[in-house]
Nanobody
Framework: VQLQASGGGLAQPGGSLRLSCAGS????????FGWFRQVPGKEREGVSC????????NYGDSVKGRFTISRDNVKNTVYLQMNGLKVEDTAIYYC?????????????????????WGQGTQVTVSS
């Protein structure tokens, strides 16, 4: 299982970014995915997850109404559309995956549920 996150960068408060997580080496459509973020010195935070079949989604309270997770099973890619960015969204963002045969997207979004992780992508929100 390989996950490649991209799309991070610098955005102004109120701006938007879209993160992508491309998967390879596994049956993408049978996995569910999560996005997490971490600021150095702070605990990892579950941002969002999406299920494999019905595209059921969950969001952390801090991003509800601003972020949208989606998936494209043809492109083997999961997206995180981030709108209304705030300075406190600044973090390294990680995508993670787990087979739907052994779990599902659920709230709260817990990192220990996911065995497979991509490298992080830095998101910085600053004026």
């Amino acid at each position: 299982v390989q996950l490649q996150a991209s799309g991070g960068g610098l955005a102004q408060p109120g701006g938007s970014l879209r993160l992508s997580c491309a998967g390879s080496g596994f049956s993408f459509e049978t996995y569910y995915f999560g996005w997490f973020r971490q600021v150095p010195g702070k605990e990892r935070e579950g941002v969002s997850c999406i299920s494999s079949r019905d595209s059921n989604t969950n969001y952390g309270d801090s991003v509800k109404g601003r972020f949208t997770i989606s998936r494209d099973n043809v492109k083997n890619t999961v997206y995180l559309q981030m709108n209304g960015l705030k300075v406190e969204d600044t973090a390294i963002y990680y995508c993670a995956a787990r087979s739907s045969f052994v779990g599902r997207c659920r709230a709260p979004i817990i990192g220990d549920d996911y065995p497979y992780w991509g490298q992080g992508t830095q998101v910085t929100v600053s004026s």
